[in-house]
């Protein structure tokens, strides 16, 4: 699967704003879907990850800085996967991308994990002024 991630652009501290990480082909729904960030100087992090069990029940993974203020949804028909970002601080400035896993092959520390996930977006710039 293909991805490409936008969405991002220049916010002040306190906005929001919602990325989203269009896929290509007709397998997403067999994707755990995840997203990471880069700022500069600063190795990728670990956002936030989507899985689902083949049915209707979703399960999401937060990091514990944006846990609270980020939301990670899909929809499998739309082939597409959000992250919805509120109450943005300065030091969610990055550059943000979206990466998938092949379903079932995740657990525990695994969903925050970089080197886990094997297919990755180009990655919009998020930058959020003070």
């Known amino acids: 699967v293909q991805l490409q991630a936008s969405g991002g652009g220049l916010v002040q501290a306190g906005d929001s704003l919602r990325l989203s990480c269009a896929a290509s082909g007709r397998t997403f729904s067999s994707y755990d879907m995840g997203w990471f960030r880069q700022a500069p100087g600063k190795e990728r992090e670990f956002v936030a990850a989507i899985s689902w069990n083949g049915n209707s029940i979703y399960y999401t993974y937060y990091a514990d800085s944006v846990k609270g203020r980020f939301t990670i949804s899909r929809d499998n028909a739309e082939n597409t996967v959000w992250l919805q970002m509120n109450s943005l601080k300065p030091e969610d400035t990055a550059v943000y991308y979206c990466?998938?896993?092949?379903?079932?092959?995740?657990?525990?520390?695994?969903?925050?994990?970089?080197?886990?996930?094997?297919?990755w977006g180009q990655g919009t710039l998020v930058t959020v002024s003070s």
């Open positions: 990466a998938s896993v092949p379903r079932g092959r995740m657990y525990g520390r695994m969903w925050y994990e970089v080197g886990r996930y094997g297919n």
